[in-house]
């Protein structure tokens, strides 16, 4: 967070306490509980800015708070009120619209986690079967075809190469058979994520039923989560979460991928979207960073497993790894990143698909980024169209745990972008080239455009455009026509997530920073498909792997509540 950025928090949070303490004195609240009143909706507020949904309170300034008439104490029945701006509940402090999302998702998932077979037992054994006849399917794999087949609410979490995709190809398949008037959605946090989802299962249909009539009931492309709920319209531009009204999806199955992408509000919406009959599938991995946004939805209900899990029916684990085979080091290493067992005294040896580079400089990078990019850039020079260039840009990423400093993600850009517009001959004064890669800095709802969609630099009809990844292709953009954009030669790991590369090179953050945690880097590990290369050495990651992040959450203790 920058200074601007800090002062700017720091004058809402005081803002937002003057209002508490206005609101309690004008209702008539004690003066002893005025000043405790603003200084833990403060507390509340913050927490909600890093991501936490409550923030625990002590005794004491639960029984100050419990006498103010803007906090809902749900302890005490006689200290509530629909309209207070903080809800107490178990010695944790709300603001009051993130207690009621957190309670509506609650009661959501709830519901949903029930038995609805699509056939009866011996059907469904026999779909599963028929699904399952090719081989190459472990009995965890078989379990998520079951639980969706069975249930109306599936969570199904597995690292990349656990097989997700390719079993959700198969429940599809099943359910269709099994129901062959069912409507599908397919949908992730991010575009990109949903295109490349949906992408993998159109292509494995065919293979697994040949009759051409279920891909055409499938979308002809997944779509966001926003749109999907009609938080956005089909050019992508915002609505008013009220515009859509609460009418259910217009869709029998819903299947959501990298839902550990998924923050409380948006998983509530969609929770709440799911008609009465209707089943819905979360997969995603549990490890991997949580939402920018407040809550790890994704994370606490997969907790819920095993045999006193409250989701124990719900809830599915793959944890066979296909790709170990071809790419050992990144596999065995993403293991012990998820599990925290890296020892800093540790020898990791450098493989064909793992490589620790030291010393960790800017100049070390920049090559490696010449080196990675240049397959990009020929094919640019060469006057590949847009998808041709956009395919090249998902062989190659440098990925850095930072934006700001000297090996963040804005200077290594800088750096990176004056090297390559040397290379090319590009005069510095000239923004855009061929091969160019960019993100999205700020929101351009009109064109369908937001922060973090990253296109590259081609060249179309002899003009320079800028190519996007779209539902149904590419999109094409003039420059002039974009909002702001940075260079994207280089992003953060938390940018990258929905996204895959064959090879990723890594810089973390450094000994001692926030940001050096195991969900942080675990997700940098496996955004590599082929090749990792981090700068840097095994005791800086197994620092990280010794941090995990903890988000203040109540919500899986609410599920179980109501599950009892």
């Known amino acids: ?177 099994l129901s062959p008037g069912l409507r599908i959605a397919i949908a992730a946090p991010t575009g990109r994520a949903a295109a490349r989802l949906s992408d ?43 515009d859509r009204g609460m009418r259910p999806l217009d869709a029998d199955l819903v299947i959501v991928d990298e839902a550990s992408m998924l923050d409380l509000d948006l998983a509530q919406r969609l929770v709440a979207a799911i008609g009465p009959r209707a089943r819905l599938v979360l997969c995603g991995d549990k490890d991997q960073l949580a939402s920018v946004e407040a809550g790890a939805v994704f994370a606490a209900v997969s907790s819920l497993r095993g045999p006193a899990g409250a989701l124990r029916d719900a809830v599915v684990l793959l944890e066979r790894n296909y790709r170990q085979r071809a790419a050992p080091g990144i596999a065995a290493l993403a293991t012990r990143m998820r599990d ?49 260039l956009l395919a090249a840009c998902a062989r190659f990423r440098i990925l850095a745990a930072l934006r700001g400093g000297p090996l963040g993600a804005d200077a290594l850009n800088a750096a990176i972008g004056a090297r390559i517009r040397l290379r090319l001959g590009v005069d510095p004064a000239v923004a855009w080239f061929a091969g160019r890669q960019v993100t999205v800095a700020q929101n351009a709802p009109a064109l369908g455009l937001f922060n973090g969609d990253t296109g590259v630099c081609t060249v179309s009809e002899g003009r320079l455009a800028v190519a996007f990844p779209a539902e149904d292709g590419v999109r094409l953009f003039a420059p002039i026509q974009l909002p702001a954009v940075r260079d994207a030669w280089v992003s953060t790991v938390h940018s990258a997530q929905g996204s895959e590369f064959e090879t990723v090179c890594f810089v973390p953050a450094p000994a001692g920073h926030p940001l050096a945690t195991r969900e942080l880097v675990y997700t940098a590990v496996t955004r590599a498909r082929a090749k990792l290369i981090v700068y840097g050495d095994v005791r800086l990651l197994a620092e990280a792997a010794a941090r995990p992040v903890r988000r203040l959450s109540l919500l899986a203790e609410r599920i179980t509540r109501l599950e009892q």
């Open 1 to 177: 967070m920058s200074d601007l950025e800090r002062r700017a928090a720091s004058a809402v949070e005081s803002e937002f306490a003057a209002l508490l303490v206005r609101y309690h004195r004008r209702l008539g609240g004690v003066a002893e509980a005025a000043q405790a009143v603003g200084e833990a909706g403060v507390l509340a507020w913050r927490a909600s800015a890093e991501g936490h949904v409550c923030v625990a309170v002590d005794a004491a300034t639960a029984a100050l708070l419990a006498a103010s008439p803007v906090v809902s104490d749900l302890d005490m029945p006689a200290a509530q009120g629909p309209d207070r701006l903080l809800v107490l509940q178990d010695g944790h402090l709300y603001l009051h619209r993130m207690w009621h999302a957190e309670e509506a998702l609650a009661h959501g998932l709830a519901a949903l986690d029930v038995a609805a077979p699509l056939a009866d037992e011996a059907a469904c054994r026999a779909e599963i079967d028929r699904v399952c006849g090719d081989g190459g399917i472990d009995a965890q794999q078989r379990a998520l075809i079951g639980t969706g087949l069975a249930r109306r609410l599936t969570i199904v979490s597995g690292g990349p190469g656990t097989g997700k995709t390719t079993t959700l190809a198969r429940l599809i398949v099943a359910a269709a058979r």
């Open 200 to 242: 993998s299962l159109l292509a494995q249909l065919p293979r697994l039923d040949p009759d051409p009539s279920l891909r055409q009931r499938l979308p002809a492309a997944g779509t966001t989560l926003h749109r999907l709920l009609g938080l956005r319209d089909a050019a992508g531009r915002g609505r008013a979460p009220g």
């Open 340 to 388: 925290g067992t890296l020892g800093a005294d540790e020898s990791v040896p450098s493989t064909l698909d793992l490589e620790f580079r030291l010393p960790v400089g800017a100049d070390r990078v920049i090559t490696d980024a010449l080196a990675g990019y240049g397959g990009v850039l020929d094919a640019a020079a060469a006057g590949a169209d847009g998808t041709a």
